[in-house]
């Protein structure tokens, strides 16, 4: 993952959408706040824990994600075929 910005997690998973208000439960749940610390700081000291950590994908998402991916090379064929008809 190269985005370093914070992701919050909602019912659809990882969100860019940052909530209108930090709470320190949010700040302790999601960053391990501890006493003492600003959310900045937590913020900060959870993204350098986390630098070059990567968790492998498990063999459901695995197949959700090829399944995603031929539906897409699908679509985009079936796409294609259609615009090279319209340009005839």
Same mark, same amino acid.
């Given at each position: 993952m190269t985005n370093q910005e914070p992701a919050f997690l909602d019912d659809e998973g990882p969100s860019a959408d940052l909530p209108a208000f930090i709470? #320190? #439960? !949010? @700040?302790? $749940? &999601?960053?391990g706040?501890?006493?003492g610390e600003t959310v900045a700081q937590a913020i900060t000291r959870? *993204? @350098?824990? *986390?630098a070059g950590k990567v968790r492998p994908l498990t063999t459901d998402e695995r197949a959700e994600l090829r399944q995603d991916m031929a539906e897409a090379s699908a679509? +985009?064929? @079936? $796409? &294609? @075929?259609?615009?090279?008809? +319209? !340009?005839?």
């Open positions: 709470s #320190t #439960t !949010n @700040a302790r $749940e &999601l960053y706040l501890r006493p959870h *993204q @350098a824990e *986390q679509w +985009m064929r @079936a $796409e &294609l @075929a259609r615009r090279r008809a +319209m !340009n005839k």
